[in-house]
Every structure is written in structure tokens, then in C-alpha cells.
């Protein structure tokens, strides 16, 4: 069943992008600068990744002696289309003498344990590290004995002799695979789409600062490589990029991780409430902070207008999550559904206003915060009741108070 789940997963979602590495690079270092010894002596795994055409194992045996890395562990579900048919790997266009039949493709593992200039001319590259696993000196290049299923046995036991693990899990069971990572208490630097922060199995684990946000900007969306050939007749075209013949596919994901980094610990520098009405772009128009009609916080708008000098409990967009300072904040609730935060009030006969005009059951309201306004809202969803005006839902919001300062 796993193995068929995984597969529909693949099929149905598109799941099979690959991270360019630049992008790799750039979080990597990251976590480099505030702490040089982040990865040494470390067994790093990747397990969902193909050796053939993965950027994530390319980073990591390319720069394995800079990071003082113990072992890099890659594993993969669905093999290349060039697998067990490259000899040299990584764009040699050598092959393997043909064999009679067709050739049998299986999910690989790699093992690197040491890496050097196999070749005699002075450089260390990826033709080195095809040698020496051609060699199989030091180092072990295997099929799987399965399909590469990162809940299969032999996978779990790779996780388990593993320190970090590092990669681009397939989103449609990052539920799935987020705890088997904490079941077994791994350190991760992964990606993960950004509404995940609001998955009943993931923010708790933000609340308890046992996983926050990496350092990319939430701003930002990644570009991910599209394989070649795939349908991606189903996307936004604003979400596809063709560059020099290179399909790319814009996804809204940020990195998420347990591992330490300088942005975490960056203090956000804030306005006061008056200062954020007077001269904050964002809140042109507003004389005060909307109040929620059925939780004691104040709505914000926008992370950067968080006023300094408010002690109650706010609300703010998820956005907020790559500014969270766990000395600076404390994390209350998440205020869109009941299973995160609890409203202070009911309303009775709540109808739902759809943008076409038409009025259907407005249950939803009670789980989620809601802003009361008596002007009738143009052109947006909106919520009545009987005992309320008109009431509007903002996106989802985390609950968030100031710490205060201990002398």
C-alpha cells in the first residue's frame, strides 16, 4: 500500500521537481556562517533523491572535505531514465556495453565516505567521484533492494545512521514524512510548501520551536527544475519559466529546518502603534487596529506593522514565520480552526456570502478569527449572523505576544 500510495502521489501531484543548486548552495552557507562546524563529522542523508540527477548530493560530494562531512547517504524512489546505463554519471557520455534484453532499473544508493582527485590533474570534480565509485574504492554504489520507498525498511535504516537529513520530500506526503523524521529524532533541512506551517501536525512543532522556518526569505518562492516532457498543462503559466530550453515551475515553498542559524536570532525592529498609523505605507487609511470580534487580539495586517508597544496577543500572517525571533516573540495560537485556538464567541445563524452574490451555510466562520465592520463589504467573501454586522475572515493568522524582558 505504501508503495502505491507513493507512486499515485508522483503521478497525481507532480511531486518529481528538482532544486537547482544554487538554491542549495545558498541556504547551506547559510547556516555555514553562524556555525562553521554545522555539518562536521556529520552523516548527511538524502532520501528522496536520485544520485543520477540530484543537485542535493551534488552539493554535498562536491563540497564533502569543505564541510568535513563523515558520510553522504543518497537514496532514491524513481530511478533516472539514464540509471544503470551511464558509466560515468554525471554527463559522461560513456555507457555500459549494451546487454542482451532490456536493462534492469532499480532505485539507487549511494555511499560516499571519501572523495580526492581520482584522475591525476590537479581538481577534484564529479568526474572523480564517478571513478571512484565505478572503483568502488571507499565508497559503495548499489541498487536498492526495493523501490527506494522512504519508508521501506532498509531506507529507515539508512535514516537511522544518518545525523541530517537533507532534501525535497514530495509535498503530497510531507505530513507523512515530517514524522518519521522526528520519530527518530533527526536534525533536517528540508522544503516544504508554505501553507504547511498551517497543518495541525506541523505548527505545534513551530510552537515548541522544535522546527522554524530556514533562511530563505518567505517572500520568495522557489524555481524548481521541471523534468523533461512533463505535463504541466495544469499550472498557473505565470508559475511556468522557460529559460535557455530549462523548463522551471515557480512553487510557493520555503525551507524549514531544526538545525540553528543568525536569521533566527535577528531582532525585528518595530514602530509604535501611533507611528505605524502615521507613517507605515501598509496601514494608509487606518486610525486604529481592527480588534477581532471573537478573540482578544488585534489583527495586523502586515508583519512590519507589529507595533512595539502592544502587550496583548496580535495576529499576524503566516508571513511572519522567517521574522520569528523565539527571544523577542512568544507564539500563542493559530487562529484558523478550532483544533489550534479557541474563539471567545458563537455566532448564531451565521451565513456565508459568496462574491457572485449568493448566500450559503457560514459554519466556517466559527473557526476561524473575524473582523466586525458595519459597512457591507464590496467585492470580497464575507460572513453574517444573527448576532453580528458583517464580519470578514482574514487569512490565517499566528497568534503572537512580545516576551518580556528579564532583568
Not at 89 to 100: H, M, P, R, S, W
Not at 393 to 401: D, N, Q, V, W
Request: aromatic fraction near 12%; include cysteine; charge should be positive.
Amino acid at each position: 500500500m505504501a508503495k502505491n500510495n507513493l507512486t499515485s502521489a508522483k503521478n497525481a501531484k507532480n511531486d518529481e521537481f528538482y532544486t537547482q543548486y544554487s538554491d542549495i548552495q545558498k541556504e547551506i552557507e547559510a547556516y555555514l556562517e553562524y556555525d562553521p562546524d554545522t555539518f562536521k563529522g556529520k552523516v548527511i542523508y538524502s532520501n528522496c533523491d536520485d544520485p543520477y540527477e540530484s543537485n542535493f548530493f551534488r552539493y554535498f560530494v562536491l563540497n564533502f572535505k569543505r564541510l568535513g562531512l563523515k558520510q553522504l547517504i543518497t537514496t532514491s524512489y524513481k530511478p533516472s531514465p539514464i540509471a544503470n546505463t551511464q558509466l560515468g554519471l554525471f554527463g559522461n557520455d560513456e555507457t555500459v556495453a549494451k546487454t542482451k534484453g532490456r536493462p534492469k532499473i532499480t532505485a539507487n544508493k549511494f555511499i560516499i565516505n571519501e572523495v580526492g582527485d581520482m584522475d591525476g590533474d590537479g581538481a577534484f570534480n564529479l568526474n572523480d567521484i564517478a571513478k571512484q565509485l565505478k572503483a568502488n574504492k571507499n565508497n559503495e554504489w548499489s541498487p536498492l533492494d526495493g523501490d527506494g520507498d522512504f519508508r521501506s525498511q532498509e531506507c529507515v535504516d539508512l535514516l537511522k545512521q544518518s545525523d541530517i537529513v537533507v532534501t525535497n520530500p514530495p509535498f503530497s506526503l510531507y505530513r507523512e514524512y515530517l514524522k518519521q523524521i522526528f520519530d527518530h529524532n533527526k536534525k533536517f533541512v528540508i522544503i516544504a510548501n508554505k501553507n504547511t506551517i498551517t497543518y495541525k501536525e506541523v505548527f505545534p512543532l513551530i510552537k515548541a520551536n522544535k522546527l522554524w522556518a530556514g533562511t530563505m526569505s518567505f517572500s520568495k518562492d522557489i524555481l524548481f527544475i521541471a523534468p523533461k516532457d512533463m505535463d504541466l498543462s495544469d499550472k498557473p503559466k505565470t508559475a511556468v519559466r522557460v529559460v535557455d530550453g530549462v523548463t522551471y515551475l515557480r512553487s510557493p515553498s520555503i525551507w524549514v529546518t531544526n538545525l540553528d542559524h543568525g536569521r533566527r536570532h535577528q531582532k525585528l525592529t518595530l514602530m509604535t502603534m501611533a507611528d505605524n498609523l502615521k507613517f507605515n505605507k501598509k496601514m494608509k487609511g487606518k486610525t486604529v487596529y481592527d480588534h477581532y470580534d471573537n478573540y482578544d487580539a488585534i489583527e495586523i495586517p502586515f508583519t512590519s506593522a507589529i507595533p512595539s508597544d502592544y502587550d496583548g496577543v496580535m495576529g499576524v500572517p503566516i508571513s511572519f514565520i522567517d521574522k520569528y525571533n523565539p527571544e523577542q516573540f512568544e507564539i500563542i495560537e493559530l487562529g484558523n480552526s478550532r483544533e489550534n485556538f479557541t474563539p471567545n464567541k458563537n455566532y448564531i445563524n451565521p451565513k456565508k456570502h459568496t462574491k457572485d452574490g449568493k448566500i450559503v451555510n457560514g459554519g466556517a466562520i466559527n473557526c476561524v478569527l473575524a473582523i466586525e465592520t458595519e459597512i457591507k463589504p464590496d467585492g470580497i467573501v464575507y460572513y453574517t449572523s444573527d448576532n453580528s454586522k458583517y464580519l470578514i475572515p482574514p487569512y490565517a493568522r499566528i497568534l503572537i505576544k512580545h516576551k518580556k524582558a528579564t532583568l
